[in-house]
């Protein structure tokens, strides 16, 4: 029987799900709801977008689709490495095993909305951009949106056998799931907001491509700044969430005199009309989520973000997302297409490396800069040269198991829960400090 599947959200993890949907038979119907415009007839500069690495848990769930991974690199930068711009102009490298992929947001969306397009036509896929979920009613399966054309909204329902929340940290599907029994849900702010930072190619060319290349202010704030593949330097600055330096400048001259004090480097490189447009982008800040079920009866189930969202300083977000969709599909083979049991087993087998990843997300890296590059880094270092001088006997570090492997983030943080809770308790402290 066919198996009308409603998605929200257009970004990373609903798209993929939709083509996972699609490739297992023509049983499945899908239709996806993106309250944004649609980002491939909007200009680069209207996007929100941030840089996003690719790492082993990602890359595999794009393999499992016919020339997926292909497309994606054919837009992406190949990272090698990690570069840590210190304050007295040198620099710490971390050069990696297994190359990541560099991308930003919105060419990843763009990606995987064209391939999906171009395999599959109406009577199967449907995509509705500026369509925003405002409530669903689980009793009748029926989804309410609200459509924006021009200056006109109107209120559009549809009906669902399968109801998947994809749509990110703020999700509406999951508010609706606070109206049922039984579901927990823990939402907070994670300690860091960000702004994001765009340099013209030209700029950036004294900076090596590959790399990710990082600036760390001793108030906490840190630059991040990533190669994409037409030379454009895209990348966040990080700070305290309860930092108004950044909050606080009110003209581009200010915005230059900030770069020139707490990132020198960058300032060099800042054109006068970034400094302007960095003025006017607003302040993002990063919910973490953690809950409980992900599924509800038979037929609602919260995929990526919507399930667990976490801060980005791991970029584990978006590969994490990747990795539900590839699990949700081994369900779905597992119990021959039965959705019911699928998403209640996802709940069950998903959700303890879910919570791990949240906890790996916020305890991995000190706030402190004297944690950070006396012992985390030191650490680092150490557990590399052991393991590849002696596999049989020394473990990845941390850092490596996280994007060079796909071992469970539950199994990681068991092994790591010594380093984990040392941080918790220095990150503590160091926040106290910062009131
Ligand atoms: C600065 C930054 C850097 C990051 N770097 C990395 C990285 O290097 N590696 C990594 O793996 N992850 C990274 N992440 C995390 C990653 O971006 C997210 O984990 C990933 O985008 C999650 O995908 P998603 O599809 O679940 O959610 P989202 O990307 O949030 O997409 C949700 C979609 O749903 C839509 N939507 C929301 N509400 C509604 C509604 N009511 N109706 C209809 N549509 C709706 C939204 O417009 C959006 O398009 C980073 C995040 C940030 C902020």
């Known amino acids: 029987m066919l198996k009308r599947v409603v998605i929200i959200g257009a970004g ?11 490739r297992r038979d023509a049983d499945y119907y899908v239709e996806v709801y993106e309250r944004r415009s649609d980002p491939r007839t909007l200009p680069f500069s209207q996007s929100r977008t941030f840089p996003i690495a690719l790492n082993e848990r990602g890359i595999k769930a794009l393999s499992k689709l016919d020339g997926m991974l292909a497309d994606v690199k054919a837009v992406s930068l ?6 840590i711009h210190l304050e007295n102009g040198k620099t710490l490298l971390f050069p990696r095993r297994k190359p990541l992929l560099f991308l930003n947001r919105t060419q990843l969306v763009i990606t995987l909305l064209k391939t999906l397009t171009a395999q599959y036509s109406s009577d199967r896929l449907n995509i509705h951009f500026d369509h925003q979920c405002k409530g669903v009613d689980f009793e009748t399966k029926t989804v309410s949106l609200e459509k924006t054309a ?27 799931f606070l109206s049922t029994n039984d579901f927990e849900l823990e ?14 190619s030209e700029s950036g060319t004294s900076l090596k491509s ?61 054109p006068e009309s970034e400094a302007e447009a960095f003025l006017n982008r ?44 590839a699990f949700f599909d081994e369900l779905l083979d597992e119990y021959s297409d039965n959705i019911a049991e699928a ?35 030191i650490r680092k270092r150490t557990a590399e040269f052991l393991h590849q001088r002696f596999p049989k006997y020394f473990s990845p570090s941390l850092l490596q198991l996280l994007v060079e492997t796909t071992i ?28």
């Open 282 to 325: 607003p302040i993002s800040n990063v919910l973490r989520i953690r809950c409980n079920p992900y599924h509800h009866g038979e037929s609602v189930l919260l995929i990526g973000d919507a399930a667990h969202a976490t801060s980005h300083s791991l970029g584990q977000g978006c590969n994490a997302s990747f990795e539900d969709v």
């Open 408 to 435: 469970p983030y539950s199994k990681i943080l068991n092994s790591h829960k010594g380093w984990i809770s040392k941080v918790k308790q220095a990150n503590e402290k160091f926040l106290q400090t910062q009131k």
């Open 78 to 83: 190949e990272g090698i490495g990690s570069l």
């Open 210 to 270: 590959g790399y990710i290349h990082n600036w760390r202010a001793s108030n906490g704030m840190l630059a991040v700044l990533v190669h994409d593949i037409n030379g454009l330097l895209v990348g966040v600055v990080n700070f305290p969430r309860k930092d108004n330096t950044i909050a606080n400048l009110s003209t581009k001259e200010e915005v230059l005199q900030f770069f020139c004090y707490y990132f020198p480097e960058i300032a060099q490189l800042l």
């Open 150 to 176: 021009g200056n006109c909204t109107v209120e559009v329902n549809v009906d669902y056998d399968l109801l998947i929340g994809a749509d990110g940290a703020r999700s509406r599907v999951r508010e609706q």
């Open 187 to 200: 939402q907070r702010y994670t300690p860091s907001a960000y702004k994001s930072i765009f340099l013209p």
């Open 12 to 22: 990373p993890s609903g798209v993929l799900l939709a083509h996972y949907l699609l």
């Open 343 to 377: 998403i209640a087993q996802f709940t069950l087998r998903r959700k303890p490396d879910a919570h791990a990843l949240v906890e790996l997300s916020d305890y991995t890296f000190p706030l402190s800069n004297k944690l950070l590059f006396f012992e985390s880094f």
